[in-house]
């Protein structure tokens, strides 16, 4: 990248949904901003983060590298909160500089190159420049043409050159890669997501952050009587994930045990959907101890027999705190499509022993009656096992 025409280098963020904000607006964009520096502080490159007129701007230190701007676009593209990140140069506010810098980022282009359409976009973020916006887009748009004989197309361009106009400088940068949408995490709390190694709950889990909440992950492994191999499917999971929020927890339950009184304790049909409920009595437990004010499933209606009305309606009985379902709605291949795209699906099809495997009845209960399920709460003294579980939780750190 040369210090020519161009201007500096710098990454210019469109902000989702957060522009509909009334009053609190600036608190979420500057949650939004935090988590944009949290985010870059991987790279080790002295950035600064600065908020313009709606939009977001990341200057890089003189002399940085195309690749360098490159790796921060990339990094924050996954930060939730943002629609559009775009490559951009800041040059002076001048239509000359504009102009340059406009030619010079089409001659550069591989569009260019296959003489594509093009159109050029300006916007003027502030009034006072010499030039509205639609001068300008043919000032420029003139001599793109002359320059490269590129043919103009307003309707369907394979190639646009933006021009923003703000208070300090002009934006001009060629295409841009989507962003996440959806809001900053944390501007929604804190919840627990129940992670099993399977394809749903990473997905529920990467939905709930879009929408603003910074998560942990508990999972339940069959410890002792399985292998560790579902640990270290959650733990590569939620390494996985954490590229959406940072600072991501793992806490395993030995559950194994657990399971094996609930299977000597009640009826075979209702084991699975007493298991779950005593899962959620148990993450109700490390919640309150974590702070987490809700509970995350990758439950989908109808999916399987523990995900009947009837089911749900007899999980959501055991426990005081809200249980999140965003998958509830969805087809499976919704959400293996969703998994694939979040890069989860291949590690949670990794084959494991999943601790539910141990209790598979021949024909599981698709209308649990809660006060079937209480009954084998009182016999398993279900209030005072889940504290015990929640004493012998383990922390995973990444
Ligand atoms: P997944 O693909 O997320 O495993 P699933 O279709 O296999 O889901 P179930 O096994 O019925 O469905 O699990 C429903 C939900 O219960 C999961 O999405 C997850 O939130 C929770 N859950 C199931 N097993 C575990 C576990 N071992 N540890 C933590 N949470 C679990
Ligand atoms: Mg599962």
Redesign the pocket.
Known sequence: MTMSALGEPCVLLKLGEIVLKGKNRELFERRLIANIRDALQSLDLKVDVRRRHGVIAIFLPEGASAEQAAAVAERVADVPGLVWIHRAWRVAKDPDAVLKAGLELVGESEEAKRGARFAVRSRRRDKRFPLRSNELDRLVGGAINDEYGLPVDLKNPELTVSIEVDRDEVFVFTGGIPGQGGLPVGSSGRAL????????????AYRMMRRGLHVDF?????IPFTTSE?IYK?YALVRKLDRFQGKSRLWV?P?GKAQQSIRTSGQDRLA?IAQ?RL?LKT?EEVAHRIHASAL?????LG??S??TLANITAQDNAVDLPILRP?VGWD?TE?MAEARRIGTLEI?ELPDE???SLLAPKRAETRAKIEDLKQIEKRLDAEELCVQLADSIQEYTL
């Open positions: 997501v129940l992670m099993s190694g399977g394809i749903d709950s990473p997905v529920a508990l999972h339940f492994s069959g579902s959650a339950v559950f699975v779950r899962m993450a995350i499933t990758g439950d989908a999916q399987v523990s995900q998958l499976k959400i949670s999943d601790c539910c």
